[in-house]
Nanobody, 121 residues
């Protein structure tokens, strides 16, 4: 059973920083793309940042210059460093991973349970 477990959310003041982590556990053969999404109250889930197995990254315009996504392939873990946080960054942040459990299997999408980030003074 593969699970994605997020950590690092919380309450922070505007201008502050947080670092989110997401670790994939279980029997994992390889991981393809990993990403962070977020969903604010009353809004659709949106992509924040993505990173492929080679380390190439892509960011939403709202995250460029403030957020950094990275990964540790040996630990099947993805990180999101968030700086200069704004109230509009308040949302539940979800981890996403494409992985397979065998060398011959297909890649499947897994989601974490979400971690709350609140930016408020």
């Amino acid at each position: 059973q593969v699970q994605l477990v997020e950590s690092g959310g919380g309450l922070v003041q505007p201008g502050g920083s947080l670092r989110l982590s997401c670790a994939a556990s279980g029997i994992i053969f390889s991981t393809n793309a990993m990403a962070w999404y977020r969903q604010a109250p009353g809004k659709q889930r949106e992509l924040v940042a993505t990173i492929n197995s080679g380390g190439s990254t892509r960011y939403a315009d709202s995250a460029k210059g403030r957020f950094t996504i990275s990964r540790d392939n040996a630990k099947n873990t993805v990180y999101l460093e968030m700086n200069s946080l704004k109230p509009e960054d308040t949302a539940v942040y979800y981890c996403y991973a494409e992985l397979r459990t065998t060398s011959w299997g297909s890649f499947y999408v897994y989601w974490g349970q979400g971690t709350q980030v609140a930016v408020s003074s």
